[in-house]
């Protein structure tokens, strides 16, 4: 933690008639002792002369015997002005001559006034205060139109702000408009991605730089999101009608301001209140200051954002880069949100179906496809869709599907080697395939992937070729399924009819399904246990038989496979274990 010894400042007001008291002398004025936790002390640095805002809320701590102040939990603070002449940080501040209501000297003014109620000049500067904020019409700023408010309840203006980014997160069944709540699993009966309900977000910004989250009704479909991107994404849209949640602050939602950070600095110079036009150009010209630490969680509803009528994109407007996943993966950056378009090849669900837990997505793209690839890049990567992040039904529906789809993928976070997609991202269709005169977007057929060898990644796609050195025979059996569902809930009727007990559906000839997993022995990994769990097709050939009557592996000598060769097969990467030496899981997959 950090103690810094301030003074509370009365901001110059240079643009002011100077009805007010003249500003006390600096000798009457208590010091201030203002603790900052380590993360706000790292993001101001305070040095001597530096002029530091502090927002709501905090905490003051007063110590018997001492003429001092403390000032508590202070993790909403921004450096209005540097005393060392570099680095001026910039954003979001809401000048200091504008802010002079909410100056602590003000603030304790208004404390003292509900001690004493004798302090009748506190209570005029109160009132003051109140006044400024009470102006008709709409507001350009988010803290003033929210600080105006106090602590909760319903922001009165409206408030002009870029929407820079439109999403949708999974919506329990309550609408508490909390994001840390839909984490948490209420019921016992998970929701099918048929009925899980999403609810629209849009993240906007004000033109003094400020960021807020403003969750909005659920999306009536999940599909709608498109229509609202479309609507909203980079226009000047005005808030108004909307209910202050939280705030909220880097240290727990990291992947939210990744986002932000990325969004910063600004295109254009931001504006600053309280300047002259002459200051202004003179501030444009500084450095943007370190981005914003905290922006505040808001709700409202489909009506609290409306696009203010025949604008342009607004300049504010930080659009998404699409990068190719080559650029991306040869990326050094440790984490960052990015954007590109790819074409899944398999995805694998973690638990449950698809739309609850986990999905696993193996893509490539043209850049990955290339014929030479240089370096330690691969042909695949692996995206790691979170529970948090709301997958539309168009998108489940091609993952169901068997043709393969170009998806866009919109603020992603590229960590550790692997695409996660969270609460921000948009994962969508592309509306065309590649036109046939572009070979741009097109990928080769079939698709490269890399051979197997010890720098394969989990989740990624690979081939695999080898001689068979043991066989799992505990994992050796074949059952019937039913032709329709997959399910093996059969039942035997009368008349050799099966019924099955999940679809309801009668079968003449359920299905027959095999498992088999065996161990590959491949030259360029001696040292290295390969299992892969094989596909039908493959154990029937191995088997040299057609198909296996009746359903029933007896009669198939399983140790008759040793020795033989297979492969090259398409492999998807399960589980990789290093120690005590490599060990490869794999599963067979057609592309
Ligand atoms: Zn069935």
């Known amino acids: 933690m950090r103690l810094v010894r301030c003074e509370p400042c009365t901001p110059p007001m240079p643009h002011t008639e100077g009805h007010r008291d003249e500003q006390a002398s600096s000798e009457d004025r208590a010091p201030l002792l203002v603790l900052f936790n380590k993360e706000t002390a790292a993001q101001l640095n305070p040095l001597p002369k530096d002029v530091i805002h502090i927002y709501p809320p905090w905490q003051s701590l007063s110590v018997e015997g001492s003429d001092c102040d403390i000032i508590l939990n ?3 603070s921004q450096k209005v002005s540097s005393s060392s002449k570099s680095s ?5 501040s809401p000048s200091a001559q504008k802010r002079m209501p909410y100056s602590l000297e003000k603030v304790f003014g208004l404390l003292e006034v509900c001690a004493t109620t004798e302090d009748h000049s506190s209570k005029q500067d109160v009132q003051h205060a109140i006044g400024h904020f009470s102006l008709p019409g709409h507001c350009q700023s988010l803290l003033d139109a929210i600080e105006a408010l106090g602590q909760a309840g319903c922001v009165g203006h ?14 329990p069944d309550f609408c508490s408009g909390s994001i840390l709540k839909h984490r948490i699993k209420t019921s016992a009966v998970a929701p099918t991605a048929e009925n899980t309900r999403t609810r629209l977000c849009v993240l906007v910004q004000d033109s003094y730089g400020m960021f ?3 969750q909005l009704h659920l999306l009536a479909s999940t599909d709608d999101l498109q229509k609202y991107c479309q609507m909203w994404q980079g226009k000047t849209c005005l808030l108004r009608a909307i209910k202050v949640v939280q705030r909220i602050t880097r240290e727990r939602h990291t992947w939210l301001f990744g986002l932000i950070h990325s969004l910063w600095p600004p295109l254009v110079p931001l504006k600053h209140l309280g300047c002259t036009p002459s200051l202004q150009t003179m501030q444009s010209e500084k450095v943007a200051g370190p981005p914003p630490s905290f922006c505040y969680l808001l709700c409202g509803q489909e ?14 407007y930080f659009a998404p880069t699409v990068q190719t996943l080559k650029e991306l993966m040869q990326s050094e950056v440790k984490s960052f949100p990015c954007s590109f378009v790819a074409t899944v090849l398999h995805h694998k669900k973690q638990m449950g179906n698809i739309g609850q837990g986990e999905v696993w997505l193996a893509i490539t793209d043209p850049s990955l496809q290339e014929e030479r690839l240089e370096g330690p890049l691969r042909r695949t ?11 539309t039904s168009s998108v489940l529906e091609s993952l169901h599907s068997p043709a393969t789809h170009r998806i866009s993928f919109r603020d992603v976070v590229k960590e550790h080697g692997i695409f996660l997609c969270t609460e921000q991202s948009v994962i969508s269709l592309c509306p065309t395939e590649p036109s046939a005169q572009s070979s741009l977007g097109m990928l080769p057929k079939p698709v490269r992937l890399d051979a197997l ?3 394969v990644t989990p989740s990624s796609l690979c081939t695999v070729s080898g001689v068979i050195v043991g066989v799992d025979e505990n994992t050796a059996y074949s059952w019937p399924a039913c032709n329709h569902c997959g399910s093996d809930r059969l039942e035997m009727l009368p008349q050799q009819i ?3 007990v999940s679809c309801k559906s009668f079968l003449d000839k359920p299905e027959t399904r095999i498992q088999l997993e065996v161990i590959l022995s491949q030259a360029s990994l001696m040292d290295c246990t390969i299992k892969i769990k094989l596909q039908k097709k493959t154990v029937l050939s191995l088997l040299n038989t057609a198909s296996l009557e009746g359903g029933e592996f007896s009669g198939y000598d399983v140790e008759s496979v040793l020795g033989k060769e297979l492969g090259p097969l398409n492999a998807y990467v399960r589980l990789i274990t290093r120690k005590p030496s490599l060990w490869i899981g794999l599963e067979e997959i057609s592309l």
Not at 88 to 92: F, W
Not at 303 to 316: A, C, Y
Request: charged share 10%; aromatic share 6%; net charge negative.
């Open 212 to 214: 807020s989250v403003v």
């Open 381 to 391: 990567a692996a995206v790691c869709v979170n529970t948090s992040c709301a997958l």
């Open 498 to 500: 099966f019924h099955c």
């Open 303 to 316: 009506s609290s954002v409306e696009p203010i009528e025949d604008q342009p994109t607004s300049p504010l």
């Open 158 to 171: 409206s408030v002009e702000v870029v929407v820079q980014r439109v999403y949708s997160i999974p919506a």
């Open 453 to 455: 060898d010890s720098g």
């Open 88 to 92: 001026v940080a910039s954003l979001p």
């Open 74 to 76: 202070t993790h909403f």
